[in-house]
């Protein structure tokens, strides 16, 4: 069984371009969830896909954005980067059931985003 | 809102000693609380996670954590502490259903073993 892959592992723009980082979700999972880590804290909750729908934000402006395709990967878009962007971003998915409470999210390697 | 607090940026034990990781919580109703270790260039690996139930939880790598509900804590345990322990540790809080998947973590706390 394939564990979550994100693509690229390393990338450096510079502020004001835009980047798309790419998720391949674990085999039978239908949900993905993007967190952005910067240095020295803990990772923030941006947004979650379910079903190629979002499914929930977290604090972060609407130059994030995101996709889902139907084999459940998923895409994170971020327009006019800012040096503040600079971060590693994961991602992790889980196998949703409507009803079913909880089920364990695992996470990638993540992307590594510097903006210069 | 939801928030995680992690009291100790760094923590430095000696290789067999043991180890207590502080985590304290903020949650409107019954969380869901994990905690995660994170090697340098690795994703997040769980560790433990708290639904319901027994307040005391086991997890892997012989650790265990509590869920005091009066003090709002998930503080982990680990008896016997492995060089190969030395890492970055995040406690996490979170919800089910259409909130599951959603975590709020702490800053995390580093964790350097000492021979």
């Known amino acids: 069984e394939t564990g979550v892959t994100q693509s690229p592992t390393h990338l450096i723009k510079t502020r004001g371009q835009q980047v798309t980082l790419r998720c391949s979700s674990q085999?039978?999972?239908?949900?993905v969830s993007w967190y952005q880590q910067a240095l020295g804290q803990g990772p923030q909750f941006i947004f979650q896909?379910?079903?190629?729908?979002?499914?929930g934000r977290g604090n972060f402006p609407p130059r994030f954005s995101g996709l889902q395709f139907p084999n459940y990967s998923s895409e994170l878009n971020v327009n006019a980067l800012e040096l503040d962007d600079s971060a590693l971003y994961l991602c992790a998915s889980s196998r949703n059931l409507a009803g079913a409470g909880y089920n364990e999210q695992f996470f990638g390697p993540g992307t590594r985003l510097t903006v210069l | 809102a939801q928030s995680v607090t992690q009291p100790d940026i760094h923590i430095t034990v000696s290789e067999g000693a043991s180890l207590e990781l502080r985590c304290n919580y903020s949650?409107?109703?019954?969380?869901?609380l994990f905690w995660y270790v994170q090697s340098p260039g690795q994703g997040l690996q769980l560790l433990l996670k708290?639904?319901?139930?027994?307040?005391l939880v086991q997890g892997i790598k012989g650790i265990e954590a509590e869920f005091k509900r009066s003090q709002s804590s998930f503080n982990l345990r680990k008896p016997s502490v492995h060089w190969s322990d030395a890492a970055e540790y995040f406690c996490?809080?979170?919800?089910?259903?259409?909130?599951?998947?959603?975590?709020?973590f702490g800053d995390g706390t580093t964790l350097t073993v000492k021979p």
């Open positions: 949650y409107g109703a019954t969380p869901y």
């Open positions: 085999s039978g999972h239908n949900t």
């Open positions: 708290y639904f319901s139930g027994d307040t």
């Open positions: 896909y379910y079903r190629e729908e979002e499914n």
């Open positions: 996490a809080v979170g919800g089910k259903n259409t909130n599951a998947g959603k975590s709020t």
